[in-house]
């Protein structure tokens, strides 16, 4: 049997910073649980503009779409501002999204106890959260034509266009669907179909789906603001949430803050399986490339290193796996170790990112 193949982009800035401990944990599972990965490793975002010109060669897409599961840092930073739109560096992993087709972005919510004092939310709305925001990722008014900018008259409009296919919208619910029965088995479906035709699209096709090949899972329906409110709320009332691109942009990112640090963020990005069984599939950390602390040993591997035990359940079928890395964060965290994002006033000095990835390994010897 052949090994299970990774390719690594760790990008720019904090980007090769965090990846550095994953690939400590590639390398202990290689060790002590006899799982090898065979890892390639590639330019992505800034980095691969500085080498090639481009920020995703047509080599490094191709390898993308070879692989087993491609893993990634974070993109971009203030030297490539001021390139053109085609060549910046969030055009490489737009690229690979698109190519791809990675249509269901899962971003996890999850509070560990450890941390529920550091949420801006009291502590009994999200100690022991676990939501899954479901994000349709490759369609929507992201991507939808006609777009850009057109004279009319004696000015300028700003134009996008929401747009979304019934089969779009099918196969993004059957996702949700399909990780809710893995779950708590409830989707909650949030859009706009009190005031967008392509809401009420959504709305119905989410149902038709639900009703025809998933009614044994518990479906609501809510307005993307009414879900905004009630995530701040009670986000505890949530399982599995599915919402389109750009209402998924907003709500995951104010899910994130409810877990307390971006640095704490893992997401998966899957689309239609390959000849293997296996979705094609990319990991990353919610984070950016964080320019401010780049270079200093400041920055937390802890969501790069649990996008990778999202791709040991979702792309390896190593859910156990998946679980004794999440655990050892957990303990990791429990024992009071910190990196300077999650800091309170308490006076703990924090750790360095390459000290936390040791403290993770060590807690993963410890779990054998
Ligand atoms: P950012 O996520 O890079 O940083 C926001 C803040 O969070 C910063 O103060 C940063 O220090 C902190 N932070 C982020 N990750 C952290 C970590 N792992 N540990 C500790 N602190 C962390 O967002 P930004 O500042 O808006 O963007 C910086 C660059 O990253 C920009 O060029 C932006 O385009 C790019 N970006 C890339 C991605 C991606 O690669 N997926 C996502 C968002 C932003």
Redesign the pocket.
Known sequence: MTNPSLLILA?????PE?MAEVRKIIDWFGAKRGVSFDVSEGLV?GCAYDAHGTPLTDETMARAQEVDAVL???????K??NLDFSVK??RG?LRLRKEMDLYANLRPAQCFNALADFSSLKKDVVAGLDIMIVRELTSGIYFGEPRGIFEEGNERVGINTQRYTESEIERVARSAFELARRRNNRVCSMEKANVMESGLLWREVVQKVHDEEYPDVELSHMYADAGAMQLCRWPKQFDVIVTDNLFGDLLSDAAAMLTG???MLPSASLGAPMANGRPKALY??????????AGQG???????ILSFAMALRYSFDMGSDADRLEKAVEKVLADGLR???LLGEDGVQPVSTSEMGDAVVAALDASL
């Open positions: 990008g720019d800035g904090i980007g965090v975002g990634l840092g974070a993109v971009g930073g203030p490539y501002d560096p969030e992993l640090s971006l640095g990353e950390p919610v984070h950016g490339s964080a320019p401010d602390i400041k920055a937390n591997p802890i969501a790069c990196t300077a994002d």
